[in-house]
Structure formats: C-alpha cells, structure tokens
C-alpha cells in the first residue's frame, strides 16, 4: 500500500506540474493585440472649434484707435446748455405754523369680552399697548392719558384726556 500511494502522490504531481508549466509559457493563441488610440470625431471637431475660436478672437481686436470719441456712454449729462427756469416770486411765510399733532397711541384692541347681565349685556374690552395689556370698561381709564368713553361689538372708542380727541380701535 506504501508504493501505491506513493504512485498517486507522484503522478498527481507530476499533472499538476506539468499544468503549471503549460500555464507559464506564453503560446500565440493566448497573445492580444496591442490597443491602438484612434482620434474620435469629437476630438476632431473640439479642434476645428479651437481653431474657430482663435481665428473669431483675432478678429475682434481693434485694428484702429478712435481719434476722439463721440460720446461718453458714463455720463448722463447732455452737453447742450438747457435753458434757465423761470423765476419765480418768493411765496409769503406762514406767520404761525399749525401745532404738530402728537402720535396716535401705540395701542391695538386685540378682544372684546361680554357677560350677559338682566339690565343687558356688559362688554370688557381687551387692549394691549405700552408694553401691558388692559382690561376696561365704558368709563374705565388705560392709564392716566385715555378713558374708555363707548364699547360696541367691535369698536371701542377712547378719549385722549389730554387733548380731548377721540380714537376709535377696531379688531382686526
């Protein structure tokens, strides 16, 4: 069994040798061509485009100076002298200028609130301005400047203590 083996061993061998070597030595049925770089069309027309665009360059240049130029295409001012405006008399200056009106109150009505009570309804209105939001009534005060004078459904209107004008706010 000894001398078996070892024939197995050595002709399995020798087979894988043998195909090794086989695999090593180049053969023409297994060489490839060599790999040869044609131009493509694109490459052809990229330089014809280059040419183009040279020759297109060349061309724009001046072959000329302008001796003067006739215009200055920065300046907006026409060179022809317009005619004087006619002049006219000074008007008279107001002899009292009217009092400038104070800015209307920074305040906004953002609701208007309503309970329903047996001599009728009695709405609270919500306005917020100042930096604080209040809650007034007909009559009530917004500070020591305005009193809440009438509530409707939606408009309350507000008098100015100070100078007796009334404001109307409205919701939005």
Request: hydrophobic content about 40%; overall charge positive.
């Amino acid at each position: 069994m000894d001398v078996k083996r070892t024939v197995i061993v050595v002709m399995i061998g020798a087979a894988l040798i043998a195909w090794l070597a086989a695999a090593a030595t180049s053969g023409n049925r297994d060489r490839v061509p060599p790999v040869v770089l044609k131009s493509s069309a694109i490459d052809s027309r990229g330089d014809a485009l280059a040419s183009e665009v040279a020759r297109l360059h060349e061309r724009l240049r001046p072959v000329e100076t302008p001796r003067q130029p006739s215009r200055n295409l920065f300046s907006f001012a026409s060179s022809r002298p317009r005619p004087a405006a006619p002049v006219q008399a000074p008007k008279p200056a107001l002899r009292e200028a009217p009092a400038p009106r104070p800015a209307p109150p920074a305040l906004k009505l953002s609701g208007i609130a309503e309970d329903t009570t047996p001599e009728g309804p009695v709405r609270t209105a919500i306005i917020s301005g100042l930096g604080q939001l209040f809650f007034a009534k007909e009559g009530g005060n917004i500070t020591d400047r305005y009193r809440v004078v009438r509530i409707s459904t939606d408009v309350v209107e507000i008098t100015d203590l100070a100078d007796g004008t009334t404001l109307r706010l409205a919701l939005k």
